[in-house]
């Protein structure tokens, strides 16, 4: 089946760890995209991606890192400098960032620090 | 922000009755696009509307686009208890540093009672 896959489900977090999210498609896709999801506040960008060993920062890039190797996959790294990282994080992809295309979302990885 | 912004908050209706949501954003855009997400789960993509469209239908959806205005609106006819969740637009700019980007907003939560 095609489709976008995030792993893991639930994470937890203790103080100063760094931890990664996983990402992967098989829909072909150029752009990728995190974003961080808080109730009441909607979807915030954290990074995009448009093309493999590139990236750019979102709105609320501080405290994370990402990386863009192939095609497949972007992971997103939660560093011990974000402060509040405790979240639902959405991955999503697109055929192309620059034409009219819909996302596909992943079913999200709930972060907690612990 | 470049956010786009859902009214209202928090919409609660009887089986059957339409549901109408709004969303203002603030730059010219490729696209609008809106999205339902259950709880604790991933966006799906509902409908893509281009800037150069008025309107869009797809099954018990309607979505109309007013760019003069920079506003959407998304009508759900004949509502099931089934269409709970929450709903968000999301702005696809199309110039400049944010082309790529897509922009959600803070969501609609929509609740169908039986």
């Known amino acids: 089946d095609g489709g976008i896959t995030q792993s893991p489900k639930y994470l937890f977090r203790k103080e100063g760890q760094n931890v990664t999210l996983s990402c992967e498609q098989n829909?072909?896709?150029?752009?990728m995209y995190w974003y961080r999801q808080d109730p009441g506040q909607g979807l915030r960008l954290i990074y995009y991606?448009?093309?493999?060993?590139?990236?750019q920062k979102g709105d609320i890039a501080e405290g994370y890192s990402v990386s863009r190797e192939k095609k497949e996959s972007f992971p997103l790294t939660v560093t011990s400098a974000q402060k509040n990282p405790t979240a639902f994080y959405l991955c999503?992809?697109?055929?192309?960032?620059?034409?009219?295309?819909?996302?596909?979302f992943g079913q999200g990885t709930r972060l907690t620090v612990v | 922000s470049q956010q786009g912004e859902e009214d209202p908050q928090a919409l609660s209706i009887q089986e059957g009755e339409n549901a109408t949501m709004n969303c203002s954003y603030k730059t010219s855009i490729n696209n609008l696009q809106w999205y339902r997400q259950n709880s604790g789960r991933g966006l799906v993509h509902l409908i893509l509307i281009r800037s150069n469209e008025r309107e869009k239908h797809s099954g018990r959806l309607r979505v109309t686009l007013d760019t003069s205005k920079k506003s959407s609106s998304l009508l759900i006819t004949a509502s099931r208890a089934a269409d709970t969740a929450s709903y968000f637009c999301?702005?696809?700019?199309?110039?400049?540093?944010?082309?790529?980007?897509?922009?959600f907003g803070r969501g609609t939560q929509l609740t169908v009672w039986p």
């Open positions: 999503a992809s697109r055929l192309d960032g620059r034409e009219n295309a819909e996302a596909f």
């Open positions: 999301a702005t696809d700019p199309d110039r400049g540093s944010t082309l790529g980007r897509l922009y």
């Open positions: 991606s448009q093309i493999v060993n590139d990236f």
């Open positions: 829909l072909n896709h150029d752009a």
